[in-house]
C-alpha cells in the first residue's frame, strides 16, 4: 500500500519557517505527482501546493505565494515544503497527497488516491 509519510512540522513564532518533508518508499517514486493540503481546526482541508512528477512544474495557492516552495529530490524519494513567513492563519495539520500522474501539478484534493498521516504546524503570534 502505498502511504506517504510527512515529516517536519512544529510550533514556530509568527514570521518563522519550518521545512516539511514527505516520503513515499519503494522504487515508483519518480512517478508520482504530489502536493500539499492543510486544514485548520473546524475548516475544510484546503489545497497549498502541488508539484508533477519530474518536478518541472508547479502551482501555489495564493495564500502562499512568494512564502512557501514546494520541491522534490527523486533520489531521496522525497518531496518538500519550505514554509517561511509564518503566521498564525498557517497554523494547520499539513498533509501529504500523491498520484501517479503525467502532466502538470494538480491542485484538486479529489485527484489524490493517496494520503499521509498529516503533520502539525503551530504559528505562535
Known amino acids: 500500500q502505498v502511504q506517504p509519510i510527512e515529516s517536519g512540522g512544529g510550533l514556530v513564532q509568527a514570521g518563522g519557517s519550518l521545512t516539511l518533508s514527505c516520503v513515499i518508499h519503494?522504487?515508483?517514486?519518480?512517478?508520482?505527482?504530489v502536493a500539499w493540503f492543510r486544514q485548520a481546526p473546524g475548516k475544510e482541508r484546503e489545497f497549498v501546493a502541488a508539484?508533477?512528477?519530474?518536478?518541472?512544474?508547479?502551482a501555489y495557492a495564493d495564500s502562499g505565494k512568494g512564502r512557501f516552495t514546494i520541491t522534490r529530490d527523486d533520489a531521496k524519494n522525497t518531496a518538500f515544503l519550505r514554509l517561511t513567513g509564518l503566521k498564525p492563519d498557517d497554523t494547520a495539520v499539513y498533509y501529504c497527497?500523491?498520484?501517479?500522474?503525467?502532466?502538470?501539478?494538480?491542485?484538486?484534493?479529489?485527484?489524490?488516491?493517496?494520503w499521509g498521516q498529516g503533520t502539525q504546524v503551530t504559528v505562535s503570534s
Open positions: 497527497a500523491a498520484k501517479v500522474y503525467w502532466g502538470p501539478a494538480l491542485i484538486n484534493l479529489r485527484d489524490y488516491p493517496y
Open positions: 519503494g522504487d515508483t517514486w519518480p512517478s508520482y505527482a
Open positions: 508539484i508533477n512528477r519530474g518536478g518541472h512544474n508547479t
